[in-house]
Nanobody, 123 residues
């Protein structure tokens, strides 16, 4: 599975962005997909994940109620809608795919990683 994240950019605090993760290579619906982010000087952290069917989702606490993960298996794409952005959301965001049932949250559970997209939030 090849993954490519896009949609990052510069936004003011309180604004919104929608990230996309385009996948190719295998049956996309067999893979759970997660979004992760990494800020300078910090470790990569889990943000959100969605099951292969799209029926289950999970978020890290700091983004609950502000971010929404969704997927379009017909178009092999996963989205991350980010609203009410805060300066602490600023990071490089990447997507990853896991050939597993459910919604894994651990970095080690993911088999394929894409290149990230930068999100910059000005205060």
């Amino acid at each position: 599975v090849q993954l490519q994240a896009s949609g990052g950019g510069l936004v003011q605090a309180g604004g919104s962005l929608r990230l996309s993760c385009a996948a190719s290579g295998r049956t996309f619906s067999n893979y759970a997909v997660g979004w992760f982010r990494q800020a300078p000087g910090k470790e990569r952290e889990f943000v959100a994940a969605i099951s292969g069917s799209g029926t289950s989702t999970f978020y890290t606490h700091s983004v609950e109620g502000r971010f929404t993960i969704s997927r379009d298996n017909a178009n092999n794409t996963v989205y991350l809608q980010m609203n009410s952005l805060k300066p602490e959301d600023m990071a490089n965001y990447c997507c990853a795919a896991a050939n597993r049932f459910g919604i894994p949250v651990l970095i080690g559970a993911y088999d394929y990683w894409g290149r990230g997209t930068q999100v910059t939030v000005s205060s």
